[in-house]
């Protein structure tokens, strides 16, 4: 791989023991994909945060690199850790995981990462532009900064992601290079009415679908209507994300690499095409949805972490009435969100109904050895379908915001 003068300096241990050994992961990192050069980046978004995700021996390799000099070397933001900092109690956690998370956190703090600890930094502090390299991790936040705003970023693995921020900078490999963006498999929308796609559930449902077929190729979305938000997209990429490993989609009309089919393609032909049709998507959602009709023990809102936006929803949609007793209702949230709801009486009012703010964390990366006790999760996130069964037990029924709301308020479904 070729080096310049600074990297070659990084790399022989010039600037310290620890921005050596970031340097050389990433080189080897480089190395392994077929990286010719490494590229300069301006901003990073690390996803190796929550104790649950890299454990003592993560712990101790962030520790090393503090202890021997590094600082991260560009404006570098955070994914959720382990716990709600401030009101971890609240998550009903052992004071002995709680001081696993602190530790963590310490030592991120001590690096120089901005303390985020948020899934979506692209809608409050790192907002990436079009064409920008950069170096994110996280899997829905990769697909929205890849596909939403035109950033290039691969997904990377969680510590190499710290060691490019402490390099600040990336192996020029995959979604950088312009060739590797074209997409690649066709999903072509028939026979929507326009009663589809206003919640964020036939987003999810979507994205999952999508993600399952397409897996690691990049797919191409032709027919979402005009009104498609951009908190829709996040829902969509955080499923597909998760439902395959999709780290790019092009939403034709939506996305800024994709205004006609031609584009998303890059005039290319040939390509594999999938009608989604309302059937596929109600085959998908029910297949989602595992738990039985009945009690309901959490609602759950905020995967990614809401937007102010999507607070307000729940607002107007909850429309005074209060939570069943009985029933956890949660939104997980950034602590720019929590904040702005706090300063407003959003947060005040909301909670005197029942429902319980989360912040810098979220269930799917706190204690996942705990047993939260749930045996139905109601949801509109895809990512919280695929995800809470296997790592914060229970079974899910995946619906509409406004269906969770009425299930929060009865206590069933
Ligand atoms: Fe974010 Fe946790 Fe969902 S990190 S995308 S809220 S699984």
Request: charged share 25%; glycine share 8%.
């Given at each position: 791989?070729?080096?310049?003068?600074?990297?070659?300096?990084?790399?022989?241990?010039?600037?310290?023991?620890?921005?050596?050994?970031?340097?050389?992961?990433?080189?080897?990192?480089?190395?392994?994909?077929?990286?010719?050069?490494?590229?300069?980046?301006?901003?990073?978004?690390?996803?190796?945060?929550?104790?649950?995700?890299?454990?003592?021996?993560?712990?101790?390799?962030?520790?090393?690199?503090?202890?021997?000099?590094?600082?991260?070397?560009?404006?570098?933001?955070?994914?959720?850790?382990?716990?709600?900092?401030?009101?971890?109690?609240?998550?009903?956690?052992?004071?002995?995981?709680?001081?696993?998370?602190?530790?963590?956190?310490?030592?991120?703090?001590?690096?120089?990462?901005?303390?985020?600890?948020?899934?979506?930094?692209?809608?409050?502090?790192?907002?990436?532009?079009?064409?920008?390299?950069?170096?994110?991790?996280?899997?829905?936040?990769?697909?929205?900064?890849?596909?939403?705003?035109?950033?290039?970023?691969?997904?990377?693995?969680?510590?190499?992601?710290?060691?490019?921020?402490?390099?600040?900078?990336?192996?020029?490999?995959?979604?950088?290079?312009?060739?590797?963006?074209?997409?690649?498999?066709?999903?072509?929308?028939?026979?929507?009415?326009?009663?589809?796609?206003?919640?964020?559930?036939?987003?999810?449902?979507?994205?999952?679908?999508?993600?399952?077929?397409?897996?690691?190729?990049?797919?191409?979305?032709?027919?979402?209507?005009?009104?498609?938000?951009?908190?829709?997209?996040?829902?969509?990429?955080?499923?597909?994300?998760?439902?395959?490993?999709?780290?790019?989609?092009?939403?034709?009309?939506?996305?800024?690499?994709?205004?006609?089919?031609?584009?998303?393609?890059?005039?290319?032909?040939?390509?594999?095409?999938?009608?989604?049709?309302?059937?596929?998507?109600?085959?998908?959602?029910?297949?989602?949805?595992?738990?039985?009709?009945?009690?309901?023990?959490?609602?759950?809102?905020?995967?990614?972490?809401?937007?102010?936006?999507?607070?307000?929803?729940?607002?107007?949609?909850?429309?005074?009435r209060k939570v069943a007793k009985g029933t956890k209702f949660?939104?997980?949230?950034?602590?720019?969100?929590?904040?702005?709801?706090?300063?407003?009486?959003?947060?005040?009012?909301?909670?005197?109904?029942?429902?319980?703010?989360?912040?810098?964390t979220c269930i799917m990366v706190s204690d996942t050895e705990?047993?939260?006790?749930?045996?139905?999760?109601?949801?509109?996130?895809?990512?919280?379908?695929?995800?809470?069964?296997?790592?914060?037990?229970?079974?899910?029924?995946?619906?509409?915001?406004?269906?969770?709301?009425?299930?929060?308020?009865?206590?069933?479904?």
């Amino acid at each position: 791989m070729h080096l310049t003068d600074e990297e070659k300096d990084m790399l022989s241990g010039k600037r310290g023991e620890g921005v050596r050994k970031a340097m050389e992961v990433v080189v080897k990192f480089g190395e392994l994909y077929g990286a010719n050069r490494l590229l300069k980046v301006k901003n990073a978004h690390i996803d190796a945060a929550a104790y649950t995700t890299i454990y003592d021996a993560g712990t101790e390799f962030v520790e090393f690199l503090v202890q021997n000099g590094a600082k991260v070397a560009v404006p570098t933001t955070i994914n959720p850790g382990s716990r709600d900092i401030e009101h971890w109690r609240v998550m009903d956690l052992s004071p002995e995981f709680a001081a696993k998370s602190d530790r963590l956190e310490k030592a991120y703090m001590a690096l120089g990462v901005s303390p985020t600890w948020t899934c979506a930094p692209y809608q409050c502090t790192s907002i990436p532009t079009f064409g920008e390299h950069i170096s994110w991790s996280e899997s829905n936040a990769v697909n929205y900064v890849n596909s939403v705003l035109g950033a290039r970023t691969n997904r990377l693995p969680d510590l190499v992601d710290v060691c490019c921020a402490v390099v600040g900078r990336v192996p020029e490999y995959g979604l950088h290079l312009t060739e590797n963006r074209a997409g690649q498999i066709l999903f072509d929308l028939q026979g929507f009415g326009p009663e589809w796609f206003h919640d964020y559930v036939d987003y999810a449902v979507l994205g999952y679908l999508v993600g399952e077929i397409a897996i690691q190729r990049v797919p191409v979305i032709n027919g979402l209507p005009e009104s498609t938000t951009k908190d829709q997209l996040k829902t969509f990429s955080a499923a597909a994300a998760s439902g395959g490993s999709t780290a790019l989609f092009h939403a034709v009309g939506h996305t800024p690499e994709a205004r006609t089919i031609e584009e998303a393609f890059q005039s290319k032909t040939g390509y594999e095409r999938i009608t989604v049709t309302p059937e596929k998507m109600n085959e998908v959602k029910n297949r989602l949805t595992t738990a039985a009709h009945g009690k309901v023990d959490m609602v759950m809102l905020g995967c990614p972490h809401s937007s102010y936006a999507e607070v307000l929803e729940v607002r107007d949609l909850l429309a005074g009435r209060k939570v069943a007793k009985g029933t956890k209702f949660w939104i997980q949230t950034s602590r720019t969100v929590y904040e702005l709801a706090s300063r407003s009486d959003l947060r005040k009012n909301l909670e005197a109904q029942g429902v319980t703010f989360i912040k810098d964390t979220c269930i799917m990366v706190s204690d996942t050895e705990k047993d939260w006790g749930f045996k139905a999760v109601v949801t509109n996130s895809g990512k919280v379908a695929q995800y809470v069964p296997s790592l914060a037990g229970g079974m899910v029924a995946l619906m509409s915001t406004a269906e969770c709301i009425e299930a929060a308020v009865k206590g069933e479904w």
